[in-house]
């Protein structure tokens, strides 16, 4: 049995040399192996062969979607590598209005899911940056983003997977009930496993009735501080937030730059993007009224985004922020997250660290649910320079997170780049647990060996 015996047209199979170049590199500035090939499977009976072959000649297996994962979890590191790459498995199967669930192929990107079920008055709420992923790649890594806080993140939107297991057979984990209390929860296990576990193939969505209504606000502080303040007066004032997003001044300038979009805003230091939905505008509307009455004294100035082409302009600012970084220096971006109460104590300690490292550190983050973007900028500094200081400000900001309680990743997953500090975050009878759960799960270690432990 030959790989082109499993995939035999051309354009969905690359071996060795003629691998793209795109799957040879990562955002996270990985160095990575040669790989053994790529294959574009179509369906869930290819993936079956291409994991059977792999058993068989014994090679590592990486399960890839749209690549934009920021933990080099997709990234090949052993050498050898069969990249099972699902893009072309990227179709709507069946949108279910009695049990309001949708059924897709792990390749359909989010905004397409998105854009789908809201032409027919649904609402998918899991809402990363990353417009483009797929929603396997979603899953893998239980991807969060702007919506969190109100509506939780992929996980409470899987009812049921098909998955492929290590040895190629499939299975369906979970299942279209609403309550289970039937035996383990496997399905909750494989979402988050990042690759590790099994191969997603098909998915059983939940999905909500759309709010009829939605606004934006934006607020600007003088401080950091001020602003975090503010986040915990929003979220103990019933306000509810569909997304509550903190960025600072410093870090919107990247996006300002790179879009050739000016913020309404330009007070402060820092700035709370909010949006709120309901199904009643007046709700909305008394909702901001608070918002203007609480923070009154804290705000330097609240700007309501009453037009729709004001909101997206700030929201497109917002979801551009990684991207504009990417073009102007290297960095090393974070994802940890604290309990809510400790948020500002993180946030401000990285300020500390920022001036006993002399190391340009900046922030941007999922604020209403503890989940902080730190990011290090490398700008002008040698390679042996940055290493050193980047080594020396994440050990002192892991042992920070540690002391609050909080863990090194909210959504991003652990992947590569975060291995060592989810071993001080986690007490080693999980972490044997976990490796324990892989062992029998996938006793031959193919399944995107050497990530997360
Ligand atoms: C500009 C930008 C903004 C981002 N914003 C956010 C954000 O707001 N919130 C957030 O959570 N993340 C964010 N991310 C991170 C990233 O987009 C997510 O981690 C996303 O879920 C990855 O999806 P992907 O399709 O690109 O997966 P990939 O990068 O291809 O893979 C990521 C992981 O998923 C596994 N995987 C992929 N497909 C499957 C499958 N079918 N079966 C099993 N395993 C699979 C891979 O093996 C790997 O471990 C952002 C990234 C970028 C570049």
């Known amino acids: 049995m030959q790989l082109q015996d499993i995939i035999p047209d051309k354009g969905r199979l690359f071996l060795n040399n003629e691998v793209p170049e795109v799957y040879k590199t990562d955002y996270s500035y990985q160095k990575v192996a ?20 792999a058993n068989e000649e014994a090679l590592p297996i ?11 979890s997709q990234v090949p590191i ?4 069969l990249i099972i790459d699902v893009q072309n498995m990227n179709r709507i199967l069946e949108l279910d209005e009695e049990t309001m669930t949708l059924t897709v192929e792990p390749g359909v990107q989010l905004n397409e899911i998105q854009t789908f079920v809201e032409s027919k008055g649904y609402f998918y709420p899991p809402d990363p940056g990353s417009k483009n992923s797929t929603i396997g790649g979603n899953i893998a890594t239980n991807a969060g983003g702007m919506r969190a806080v109100k509506y939780g993140t992929t996980r409470d939107y899987v009812r049921e997977l098909e998955v492929v297991l290590p040895d190629g057979e499939k ?24 690759g590790t576990l099994g191969i997603t ?18 607020l600007a502080f003088q401080s950091l501080k001020d602003a975090t303040n503010g986040v915990l007066t929003i979220l103990q004032n019933s306000i509810e937030p569909t997304a509550l997003e903190l960025f600072e001044r410093s870090t919107i300038e990247y996006s300002e730059r790179f879009t050739n979009i000016a913020l309404q805003s330009q007070k402060g230091d820092a700035y709370l993007l909010m949006t709120i939905d309901s199904n009643e505008e007046e709700t909305i509307s ?5 918002v203007k009455s609480i923070l009154t004294n804290q705000a330097l100035e609240i700007i309501p985004l009453l037009t729709q082409e004001e ?49 340009k550190v900046i922030n941007f983050g999922h604020a209403g649910d503890g989940n902080i973007h730190t990011v290090l900028m490398k700008e002008d500094l040698d390679d042996v320079t940055w290493q050193t200081k980047r080594k020396a400000l994440l050990d002192d900001l892991y042992d920070k997170v540690a002391e609050l309680g909080g863990l090194p990743s909210a959504e991003h997953g652990i992947g590569i780049i975060k291995k060592g500090y989810l071993e001080k975050m986690r007490h080693p009878v999980e972490l044997d647990l976990m490796r324990k759960i892989k062992n029998a799960i996938d006793p031959n270690n193919l399944l ?6």
Request: proline residues 3%; positive net charge.
């Open 286 to 290: 008394r909702k901001l009224d608070i």
């Open 34 to 53: 040669k790989v053994h090939a790529v294959a574009r499977p179509n369906t869930t009976e290819e993936v079956m062969g291409l994991v059977k072959f």
């Open 62 to 72: 990486i399960a890839r979607g749209s690549g934009t994962g920021v933990a080099g």
């Open 201 to 218: 193939t098909k998915i059983k969505l939940k999905v909500l009735p759309l709010p009829k209504f939605k606004k934006s606000v934006l």
């Open 78 to 81: 052993n050498g050898g590598e």
């Open 171 to 194: 299975v369906t984990l979970g299942s279209l009930n609403i309550k289970s209390s039937s035996g383990y929860d496997l399905k909750n296990l494989f979402i988050g496993s990042e």
């Open 311 to 359: 909101e997206e302009k700030a929201w497109f600012l917002r979801d551009n922020i990684l991207v504009a970084l990417m073009q102007f220096t290297e960095f090393e971006m974070l994802d940890e997250v604290v309990p809510i109460n400790k948020f500002a104590e993180m946030i401000n300690y990285t300020k500390e660290l920022q001036e006993k490292h002399g190391l």
């Open 448 to 453: 995107n060996r050497g990530k997360i432990f």
